[in-house]
T-cell receptor, first 117, second 113 residues
Framework: AQTVTQSQPEMSVQEAETVTLSCTYD???????LFWYKQPPSRQMILVIR??????QNATENRFSVNFQKAAKSFSLKISDSQLGDTAMYFC??????????????FGKGTLLTVNP | KAGVTQTPRYLIKTRGQQVTLSCSPI?????VSWYQQTPGQGLQFLFE???????NKGNFPGRFSGRQFSNSRSEMNVSTLELGDSALYLC????????????FGPGTRLTVL
């Protein structure tokens, strides 16, 4: 069974600074997908960024980027120029193939990020 | 394009009752997944429906069931409610093809008294 581990239950950062959230996963699969989701106090789960395991290039979305280390099974999220609106719970998620177009998404326990003014 | 919608947003029930939650996916999406979120257990996968068929199921008792209609809308039913069923229930939609991103609705907050 695959697991997703987020070792930092809580983190804080000053506005405009950079912060990195860690995620490791355990799998024997070679073809899979990784995601970071953000859940602000409103509870709406928002997709931040995705990474295909077959791609060596790290994904970026504006101020959000990942450091994907496939051999180390590590998938960290870097948030640059942190903003107050980035305050949220961040979930790392792993999607494995079950056959055909059938995939299963598993989440880590989350990291609560607080951006301070 | 409208996002994923869930109804109702809040629900209060008593033990032993049953409840039905509804999820309407993004237009054109054929897959709907359901998750239970609690402070203690985090996000746990319940089941996934694709083209009116359940194709994945998590480790939940048979009291939790679901279905999907021909318009891809999905319902989740919980019978004989227990206090431990109090949670935020999230549904996510996707096109249903390989590796698709899941897009989540705002959730239904269920409180069992």
């Amino acid at each position: 069974a695959q697991t997703v581990t987020q070792s930092q239950p809580e983190m804080s950062v000053q506005e405009a600074e950079t912060v990195t959230l860690s995620c490791t996963y355990d799998t024997s699969e070679n073809n899979y997908y990784l995601f970071w989701y953000k859940q602000p106090p409103s509870r709406q789960m928002i997709l931040v960024i995705r990474q295909e395991a077959y791609k060596q290039q790290n994904a970026t979305e504006n101020r959000f980027s990942v450091n994907f280390q496939k051999a180390a099974k590590s998938f960290s999220l870097k948030i640059s120029d942190s903003q107050l609106g980035d305050t949220a719970m961040y979930f790392c998620a792993f999607m494995k193939p079950l056959g055909g177009s059938n995939y299963k998404l598993t989440f880590g326990k989350g990291t609560l990020l607080t951006v301070n003014p | 394009k409208a996002g994923v919608t869930q109804t109702p947003r809040y629900l209060i029930k008593t033990r032993g009752q049953q409840v039905t939650l509804s999820c309407s996916p993004i237009s054109g999406h054929r897959s709907v997944s359901w998750y239970q979120q609690t402070p203690g257990q985090g996000l746990q996968f319940l089941f996934e429906y694709f083209s009116e068929t359940q194709r994945n199921k998590g480790n939940f008792p048979g009291r939790f069931s679901g279905r999907q209609f021909s318009n891809s809308r999905s319902e989740m039913n919980v019978s004989t409610l227990e206090l431990g069923d109090s949670a935020l229930y999230l549904c996510a939609s996707s096109r249903g093809t390989a590796g698709d991103s899941r897009f989540f609705g705002p959730g239904t907050r269920l409180t069992v008294l």
